[in-house]
């Protein structure tokens, strides 16, 4: 249940701050926005570091597979990506496309066994249910 309850806060934040900086993008510029994002990304997690358990930071640069810190350089053209659909879309029906997206890239990871991810067998009522979502983007479109 823990879980749940993660993912659907993470999911409304995710909605927010995708407004929230296509908001400071109108104001300023889509780097300045992006590149202040991730910098206070930066300031909270070391905060939550100093007053966490502290786990081991040198770890990261031992990891086998470099390419795995990428993360932050996605993250900037996940900020930059997000502003600029949800400028051109508006946020619902960007953030109803960016997450029909994740379900299926995320679906062919696991179903290929991606990235170290443990390979999951194919299953038919999955496709089934991207094939809803994708079909709810196109109601959703309809005017």
């Known amino acids: ?22 908001e400071v993008t109108k104001q300023s510029s889509i780097w300045a926005a992006a590149g202040w994002v991730q910098l206070t990304a930066f300031a909270t997690c070391l905060l939550f570091y100093f007053f966490s358990g502290r786990g081991e930071i040198m770890g990261m640069f031992s990891i086998d597979r470099k390419y795995m810190l990428l993360g932050g350089v996605m993250g900037a053209f996940i900020t930059w990506t997000v502003v600029k659909s ?21 679906y062919l990871v696991e179903l290929f066994g991606l990235f170290g991810v443990e390979k999951a067998g194919f299953e038919w009522k999955k496709l089934l249910g991207a094939a809803l979502a994708i079909a709810g983007i196109i109601v959703f479109r309809m005017e």
């Open 86 to 106: 949800m400028d051109g879309l508006g946020p619902a029906r960007a953030t109803l496309l960016i997450v029909v997206t994740q379900i299926l890239v995320s």
């Open 1 to 22: 249940m823990f879980g749940v309850f993660v993912a659907l806060v993470s999911g409304a934040l995710m909605s927010l701050q995708g407004v929230f900086n296509t």
